[in-house]
């Protein structure tokens, strides 16, 4: 008997503010280049691409360029989606 899956898409679960920040957060702690920018594609995705394009000033096939898998966009790229997205970036020293 065959399993039938279902597709998962992680822009679906992130419906809230609190979400996103929980989700970004635990990316970014770990560390991972390759999934901090697939994690930012799923945010673009569940706020809207078109508006993200709009509110960081990026063309609509520039960002999905810079955030597909795979892709090494520039840290001012980055930089201008976090801000469109009210993602706020802090140094915070690590502790060992």
């Known amino acids: 008997m065959a399993l039938k899956l279902i597709p998962f898409d992680m822009a679906e679960l ?5 979400a996103i920040a929980e989700y970004l957060a635990q990316v970014f702690a770990d560390g991972d280049s390759d999934e901090i920018i697939r994690a930012l594609g799923y945010v673009a ?4 691409m078109a508006q993200l394009a709009k509110d960081s000033g990026l ?11 795979g892709a090494k966009p520039r840290f001012d790229t980055v930089l ?16 060992a």
């Open 45 to 48: 995705r569940a706020r809207g």
């Open 59 to 69: 063309g609509r096939e520039n960002l999905y360029n810079a955030l597909k898998p």
């Open 80 to 95: 201008r989606v976090c801000t469109a997205l009210g993602i706020k970036l802090v140094a915070q020293a690590a502790h």
């Open 14 to 18: 992130l419906v809230s503010d609190e």
